[in-house]
């Protein structure tokens, strides 16, 4: 019989091949999926993870993107994974990246039709603060009340989706769109506008952001006590409190940190890719980050490598869409899928398989 | 007459414990057959051999004449042995006969089930309503349980862990009852303990063990509690040669009336717990583990925050206050829990360092690490204290318990504290670590510190210790000079019975 | 507004419809739950149920048959939560989110054909008399055979738990899996029945709706009834009978909030359909602050180990 049997330190090699091991799985597997669908899978794998880089003809349209769909993601899972460090599920991302855009986009609206140059800071100001304080509810919540915030923070996307609803049709709707639903388009007009930075390179202000972020979350965790606190409050409770680590500060600042990065992310999406604010406006962001934020084992360097791959298959998956006919959703199911595999074979970082002969019992 | 059961030459090894050596005993039908020791001697190992928990290195076993090697408990029920753990194995959340139904191999209706268990539990004297829940009753009530569960089985033999270390007086006396109508109906109890008055009141045979090794047996009525205590604890070593060194007039730590609410369930409270600790003093507390050491540690390291006056230090109330401020006072801790409570188990030794070290040593400057400062300072504790590990980037979960031991005593006595709480610095440790520790301690004694040191091993108090109290169900007794201490006064005690050993009563006298 | 138009009977009668789908999916749970296990992918085996139950009954022109299917696909992808957690040890919070987006790809996937497509017509159980009755009759007595299946699984769940061996072994291994090992129990064999179960349910409450209350296939059409159901159980305190209180209070809540979209009201639209979600996170509040959250099980979350 096959028994695990703790290892006495973790696989520190194997903390790092999980993922990969994990992404080439979910290369078989999906190829399986896929071929039950009737696609071929090598060409399916061809088209989601090397056309959108390489394709003579796609590319020079699909390469920017990477960087756009990159950025919120790794902006968002960056803030996520010091979270769930702690032990801090914030899931409700989603509900902070719609209020953050709101709030940012209301600042511009206010002002419309300035352009004065302090403007797009006071947005991006804006948007940080809204989702800060949505994300500060849970919060407040879990250290004042004790209530979950798995529940709160996701039962409020929900509600934020009613709010981003209620704008799109009444206080942020577009004066002069006929009707429509819809806000002014920010990315139109230069005081509000979040341009691409480089031609052809999808890099905007988000980007940058993000990668400020990753900086910024490495920095935090490797130099700073206050990412000391939020690793030893996840490995070891007790020698935290033991070394006189204060829990609830840590549950504030964590929510509150994602929620602002998260709010930031849907600040510059609107103000750019998307250009204003819709009912449909939100993408699922939220909640793929918390895929690329786990498959980036919660460290900033590798949320940044997971965010560009999980970037990739989005691109690869519309690619797939376009070429191959593949539904749409294949690809949410394979990231799925991706996600399952690195849970799965995380197991092997604390753990290993033995052949047991006998039980000792 | 056969013997009930025979063990012959039974031994047991863990990795660097010899936890019994070659252990010979016979328990005889009806009799309460005492087993003695203190902790760590190797009783809870040998039971759990005969309960078929754990599988013997080596030895033989006879039940009823016939060799018997339990595969495991259920085989052990199967012939008639029945044990009530020290540690309960209950189910909170259900009543009392869902308890018992769980343990059953074929229990009845729950309903015929309830009946059964009233029935027992008058027919014994002890009572119990089936119909309540299990987390609402007391200690000694949840002990009843697990006792039911063991006689609905119509057991030949029930094994007693420690099962008084829960009780208040009283219940203890109906416990006793109890065992002695099985006694009458000639079943047998194997009662473990180190507690002397009891077990000269209630055994009829006893077999003492010390370091895994039978160390004699005696008559339990016949004998004095101080043979018995003398048996237990062995000959009182020669105090290790420390240089004479100064206690101080300056009273370092002062607790007064410091009473603990248990903290979760199966806690112990402290209650009323008063002394002081001087400058250059060790302060010795003794006492079975489970009688509120943790609960006291986690007081005066400030991890459980207590009314202000409750504790000073060098009179400046303190009680209120978290470990962070208490540290930079001057009062450092070593928790029991070397790997999850000192210790962060996945974390380098550096990383540890900065755990308790980055405010008194000023390894963040304001908030910002300074890991080559942490690095030198760990490697320097490595290098003092002689920790052996591949280096400072070890995770704590890769040292041995002796080396991780030393690394988490001399983590703190680094950082030059004004008073060291530890408690069982050595606890698990191998004889060489456990020296080395004990030195460590009265040479930071020697330069003036104030100690105290929490331990089960009362050979190690004897030997470093200034003065000595026994913790015991959260009381702890008067303080007293160890030199004044005999080795009876010592079990006395720890027993709980320090009130008729006090000089006071002795003059009345 | 007009108020009037609300009429108590047809309130009540939508009422017991609308709470099916959570009731069913919260039952599952508590199961789950019981035996120590937080499974976060309600949201995932839901909407898979949905996908799975439509497609069949569709297909198949037998709504019965679609209900089983539903529950098969909900077990199934459940036990994949199973194997990872129990099996495997991942941590339950990551892995249960997991199973949730994975469940919403998948089904988007499994229902690319069947949007648009229109359901089938299930009709009530005949009661005879009792359906005649009136007033009562059409509030109690005129509904499909799923509310009335739900009501049972609920009986049945409460009984089991409260009279049965199985049911106090499953109580114990939620309440103290150690214990239960050492008595001899198998505390992964019984966790990933009792994971089977709750993904059967939450698959049977997810078909539900795509099948009976709306009936038709839409992607994420579930929005967030899985969540709703995971804050049922703790609203219930763990109790089967409290679970069918919550699910009709707040399914009362979710028809009255339609009601009052109906008739008018001066309400703008969002925030009523807001207004179940932030009622649900006010009784979260309500519930755990005061005496903090009661009846949880003990082991509740936490990995387990046979070390031995």
């Not at chain 1, 070891?236 to 409190?241: L, N």
């Not at chain 2, 009233?118 to 119909?131: E, K, N």
């Not at chain 2, 270390?165 to 000639?186: C, K, N, W, Y």
């Not at chain 2, 409750?310 to 206050?321: A, K, N, T, Y």
Request: net charge neutral.
């Amino acid at each position: 019989m096959i028994r695990l049997e703790q290892r006495p330190t973790p696989a520190k090699a194997w903390a790092i091949a999980a993922p990969i091991a994990a992404v080439l799985l979910t290369m078989i597997a999906g190829g399986l999926m896929f071929a039950a669908l009737g696609t071929p899978p090598f060409q399916v794998m061809k088209t989601i993870f090397y056309d959108p880089l390489f394709h003579p003809q796609f590319a020079s349209y699909s390469r920017p993107q990477l960087l756009v769909k990159a950025g919120p993601l790794i902006l968002i899972a960056v803030g996520l994974s010091l979270g769930f460090r702690a032990g801090i599920w914030n899931i409700g991302a989603e509900g902070q990246y719609i209020i953050g855009a709101i709030f940012g986009a209301a600042v511009g609206l206010a002002a419309f039709p300035s352009d004065h140059p302090l403007l797009f800071p006071a947005m991006v100001l804006a948007g940080a603060l809204g989702g800060l304080l949505w994300a500060m509810i849970p919060a407040l919540l879990r250290v004042y009340c004790r209530t979950n915030e798995i529940l709160v923070s996701l039962l409020l996307v929900y509600v934020a989706e009613q709010l981003l609803a209620r704008a799109a049709v009444g206080f942020l709707r577009n004066p002069d769109g006929g009707g429509f639903p819809g806000s002014r388009n920010l990315a139109q007009h230069p005081g509000t506008a979040n341009p691409e930075l480089f031609a052809a390179s999808g890099l905007h202000w988000g980007g940058v952001a993000a990668l400020i972020a990753v900086i910024f979350a490495h920095i935090l965790l490797t130099r700073h006590l206050l990412g000391f606190q939020i690793r030893v409050a996840g490995q070891s409770p007790r020698a935290a409190v033991f070394a006189g680590f204060a829990p609830a500060r840590l549950v504030i600042f964590c929510l509150c940190f994602s929620g602002a990065l998260a709010g930031l992310a849907g600040l510059f999406e609107v103000t750019g890719p998307a250009g204003q604010i819709s009912i449909d406006f939100n993408s699922g962001y939220g909640f793929t980050a918390i895929i690329v934020a786990f498959l980036g084992r919660l460290s900033p360097i590798g949320i940044l490598l997971a965010g560009l791959l999980m970037a990739l298959t989005y691109i690869g998956g519309e690619l797939a869409q376009l070429t191959l006919g593949l539904p749409g959703a294949a690809i949410q199911a394979f990231q799925g899928m991706l996600l399952f595999f690195l849970l799965g074979l995380d197991v092997l970082t604390n753990f290993r398989f033995r052949l047991a002969k006998r039980r000792s019992a | 007459m056969t013997a009930l059961l025979h063990l012959q030459g039974i031994s047991k090894s863990y990795p660097g414990v010899i936890a019994n050596d070659s252990v010979d005993l016979t328990v005889e039908p009806g009799e309460i057959h005492a087993l003695l020791g203190e902790n760590g001697a190797g009783k809870s190992t040998l039971v759990k051999a005969i309960y078929g928990l754990i599988k013997p290195d080596a030895g033989q076993m006879a039940w009823d004449g016939e060799p018997y090697a339990p595969a495991s408990p259920h085989a052990a029920r199967g012939v008639g042995v029945a044990m009530v753990f020290q540690h309960f194995s209950l189910f909170d959340a259900l009543t009392v006969a869902e308890n018992v139904a769980l343990g059953m191999d074929h229990p009845p209706r729950l309903r015929d089930l309830a009946t059964e268990i009233t029935r027992v539990s008058q027919d014994y004297g002890l009572p119990l309503d089936p119909r309540r829940t299990v987390g609402d009753l007391s200690a000694g009530e949840r002990q009843r349980v697990e006792i039911i569960r063991c006689l609905l089985q119509n057991p030949r033999l029930l094994i007693m862990d420690e099962p008084t270390s829960v009780l208040t007086p009283a219940e203890a006396d109906i416990l006793f009852d109890a065992l002695r109508q099985l006694r009458q109906e000639g079943r047998s109890v194997l009662y473990i303990s180190h507690k002397l008055n009891e077990i000269r009141v209630l055994c009829d045979r006893a077999t003492i063990l010390r370091h895994g090794q039978v160390v004699g047996a005696a008559d339990p009525t016949a004998a004095s509690a101080a043979e018995l205590a003398e048996l237990m604890v062995g000959h009182r070593p020669e105090a290790i040669s420390r240089p004479v060194h100064h206690i101080s007039e300056i009273q370092a730590l002062t607790v007064s009336q410091l009473s603990l609410h248990p903290r979760h369930e199966h806690d112990t409270p402290l209650r009323d717990i008063t002394f002081a600790v001087s400058e250059g003093q060790i302060l010795g507390i003794g006492g079975v583990a489970g009688n509120g050491q943790d609960g006291l540690l986690a007081a005066l390291s400030g991890e459980q925050p207590t009314p202000a006056n409750s504790v000073r230090l060098f009179d400046e109330p303190i009680g209120h206050l978290g470990p962070t401020a208490r540290r930079a006072r001057g009062l450092l801790t070593a928790p029991e829990e070397r790997l999850g409570h000192a210790a962060v188990p996945d974390m380098s030794l550096t990383e540890n360092t900065l755990l308790t070290g980055w405010r008194r040593s000023n390894l963040a400057h304001n908030g910002w690490l300074r890991w080559r400062s942490t690095r030198d300072l760990t490697q320097d504790v490595i290098g003092k204290f002689d920790v052996r590990t591949p280096g400072p980037e070890a995770p704590a979960q890769s040292l041995s318990g002796g080396n991780l031991q030393k690394f988490v005593v001399g983590r703190e006595i680094r950082q030059s504290p004004k008073i060291l709480i530890v408690n069982q610095p050595t606890w698990g440790v191998d004889a060489a670590a456990a020296a080395a520790i004990r030195q460590a301690l009265t040479d930071l004694a020697t330069a003036g510190a104030a100690l105290i040191v929490i331990s089960q091993d009362l050979d190690e108090l004897a030997e470093i210790a200034d003065s000595f109290a026994a913790l015991n169900e959260g009381r702890l007794s008067p303080v007293r000079p160890m030199a004044e201490l005999t080795t009876e006064d010592l079990g006395l005690m720890l027993g709980g019975a320090s009130k008729i050993a006090t000089p006071q009563t002795e003059a009345a006298q | 507004m007009d108020l009037s138009s609300i009429n108590i009977y047809v309130l009540i009668a939508s009422l017991m419809v609308s709470a099916t789908p959570i009731l069913l999916a919260g039952i599952g749970e508590l199961v789950v739950e019981k035996s120590g296990v937080l499974n976060l992918g309600v949201e995932g085996m839901m909407i898979t149920g949905a996908v799975c139950g439509f497609a069949i009954a569709v297909q198949s022109g037998n709504a019965t048959l679609g209900f089983l299917a539903a529950a098969v696909g909900g077990a199934l992808l459940s036990l994949i939560f199973g194997f990872l957690t129990q099996v495997l040890m991942s941590n339950q919070v990551a892995t249960g989110l997991a199973l949730t987006l994975f469940g919403l790809g998948l089904s988007a996937l499994l229902g690319q054909g069947f949007i648009g497509v229109k359901g089938i017509d299930v009709n009530p159980v005949p009661l005879g008399p009792l359906a005649d009755l009136p007033g009562l009759g059409p509030m109690l007595f005129r509904h499909d055979g799923m509310v009335y299946i739900s009501l049972a699984i609920v009986a049945a769940v409460w009984a089991v738990l409260r009279f049965t061996r199985a049911g106090l072994i499953l109580r114990a291994t939620g309440e103290n899996h150690t214990a239960a090992h050492a008595l001899g129990y198998s505390v992964i064999r019984i966790r990933l029945a009792a994971i089977a179960f709750g993904g059967a349910c939450a698959g049977l409450g997810g078909a539900y709706l795509s099948i009976v209350r709306v009936p038709q296939w839409t992607e994420g059409m579930t929005a967030g009834a899985g969540w709703i159901a995971l804050a049922l159980v703790v609203f219930a305190s763990w109790r089967p009978w409290r679970v069918l209180l919550g699910a009709y209070l707040f399914g009362g809540l979710t028809v009255l909030q339609l009601n009052l979209q109906a008739a008018g009201a001066k309400v703008p639209v969002e925030l009523l359909s807001m207004a179940p979600y932030l009622l649900t996170i006010l009784v979260l509040v309500l519930i755990s602050t005061g005496r903090g959250v009661t009846g949880a099980p003990a082991s509740l979350g936490a990995r387990f180990h046979d070390s031995g």
